[in-house]
Structure formats: C-alpha cells, structure tokens
C-alpha cells in the first residue's frame, strides 16, 4: 500500500531557500508535487519518474528542483529564489501504474499525503 508524509515546510523569506521531503511506502512509479493557496485551485509544480526524469510547470521551472532517493524512499522538492506566490501548502503525491511520460493532472494521482505549508514572506 501506498503511503506518503510530508515534511520540512515552514517560513522562509523571497530569494530563500526550503527544501521539503515526502517519505513513501509501497511502490510508486510516477510522483508529483502539487501546491494549493488559499481561495486556489490545488495545481502541480513538478512531477518525477521511476527512471529519475523530471518535469516542471513554467511557473517554478529554473528555481524549484525534484528528485527522489529510493534507498531511502523518499521524494524530495527544493525551491530556490522563493517568491510570495509559491506560498501554499504543498502536497505530494504518486501512483503505481508506469507511464512513459508521468501525468500532471491532480485527477490522475491516487494517492496523497497531508500536505506542509510553506510561507514566502516579501
């Protein structure tokens, strides 16, 4: 069975640095870190593969970095030159299925963590 747990959110100021962690169980193939704001639709920022190939939305493309480490089992997102709009609480999120290109709809992952706030402060 699927599990995820998120950590390392917090408050960091614009142009920081956070990084946060998503332990997992079982055996997820496609990742993803989505992001929801208040009054906000929850949306995706970056999406990894079991192969290691990451994706990004424009939004955080050059400034946030995915990765995962499966020895440790666990999925990873770091955000550089944070801005006050990357404000929100971050979840991640998998599924098991392989695809040869990982989805990015919030629709098409199964399984969900309970989400980390992170705070961008001006």
């Known amino acids: 069975q699927v599990r995820l747990m998120e950590s390392g959110g917090g408050s960091v100021q614009a142009g920081g640095s956070l990084r946060l962690s998503c332990t997992f169980s079982?055996?997820?193939?496609?990742f993803g870190w989505f992001r929801q704001a208040p009054g906000k639709e929850r949306e995706g920022v970056a999406f990894?593969?079991?192969?290691?190939?990451?994706q990004y939305e424009d939004s955080v493309k050059g400034r946030f970095t995915i990765s995962k480490d499966d020895s440790a089992t666990t999925l990873y997102l770091e955000l550089n030159n944070a801005k006050p709009e990357d404000t929100a609480i971050y979840y991640c999120?998998?599924?098991?299925?392989?695809?040869?290109?990982?989805?990015?709809?919030?629709?098409?992952?199964?399984?969900w963590g309970q989400g980390t706030q992170v705070t961008v402060s001006s």
């Open positions: 999120a998998a599924r098991t299925d392989y695809f040869s290109v990982c989805p990015r709809q919030r629709d098409m992952y199964l399984h």
């Open positions: 079982g055996y997820p193939y496609c």
């Open positions: 990894i593969d079991g192969v290691g190939d990451p």
